[in-house]
């Protein structure tokens, strides 16, 4: 976070404000066995594109070791 911040920074001329959003977590939870890491990982690209327009970064992560699967952060 403390990267996106001076990214922010850099890019934009502004400091940052407590109350400016710069990014957001999601997670996508599903249960075990109702879909497969390769799927929950293009549910997650696709949500993300739908959530930035294609205008903004992002990482999805996708784990494997953990019930919820997938972590989208913006």
Do not use: C
Request: cysteine-free; charged content about 30%.
């Amino acid at each position: 976070m403390i990267m996106s911040k001076q990214e922010y920074t850099a890019n934009t001329g502004r400091v940052p404000r407590n109350k400016d959003v710069l990014m957001y977590h999601m997670r996508i939870s599903f249960k075990p066995g109702e879909i497969t890491p390769d799927e929950a990982t293009k549910v997650g690209n696709d949500l993300a594109m739908r959530w930035t327009k294609g205008k903004h970064s992002y990482v999805v992560a996708t784990h494997e070791d953990k019930p919820h699967l997938i972590e989208i952060r913006h």
